[in-house]
């Protein structure tokens, strides 16, 4: 019986380094699904609403149905993903508030230094708040998934995290997010 054993001993030594040797072999495109992670922050400086259109819903006062478009923009510092500079962003969106506050859709193109672009769709909730100095500012939360690319970007994967905050009647709105993402071959 002590032989059985002492003369497996061996064997079980060698299978760790088989098996690192065998991951070292795999093909390169699976090491492309490493995950990464970029933060975003656009201030209200370079953001821009481009076009809004509200609607009185009509059941409550403030209950509002929205379209909308925001132009964000980074400058030659915007942050790099996959090596590449972000460019500008546009993101149309829908939101269904009742004083500024409540669910929303939104759909963004996020366009690189090199014309490549990624795709989000997020939903997020809204809550407003009246400051101390008057204004109402709102806080918005969302969750994107990356939907897909072009060029380099083809087969992105993964998802943005983002806390904006913002005041609709004056156009202040201002980001931080963090996007996590992949490849796949």
Do not use: C
Request: glycine share 10%.
């Amino acid at each position: 019986m002590k032989d059985s054993v002492s003369g497996r001993a061996p064997e079980l030594a060698t299978i760790p380094a088989a098996i690192f040797a065998a991951l070292m072999l795999l093909p390169s495109g699976v090491w492309a699904q490493q995950r990464q992670t970029v933060t975003i922050t656009t201030p209200a400086s370079n953001t821009k609403y481009t076009q809004q259109h509200a609607i009185d819903v009509g059941d409550v006062p403030g209950h509002q149905v929205r379209v909308y478009e925001i132009h964000r923009t980074y400058g030659v510092d915007g942050p790099l993903i996959q090596g590449v500079r972000l460019r500008e962003s546009w993101t149309r969106g829908i939101s269904d508030y009742t004083e500024l506050s409540g669910p929303g859709y939104v759909y963004s193109v996020f366009v690189m230094e090199n014309g490549d672009k990624f795709y989000t769709k997020a939903n997020l909730i809204s809550q407003s708040m009246p400051n101390l100095d008057g204004p109402v500012t709102s806080r918005s939360i969302a969750t994107a998934q990356i939907t897909g690319g072009t060029g380099k970007f083809k087969t992105i994967r993964g998802t943005l995290h983002s806390d904006t905050s913002g005041n609709i009647k004056t156009g202040f709105n201002q980001t931080k997010a963090e996007l996590e993402y992949w490849t796949e071959e």
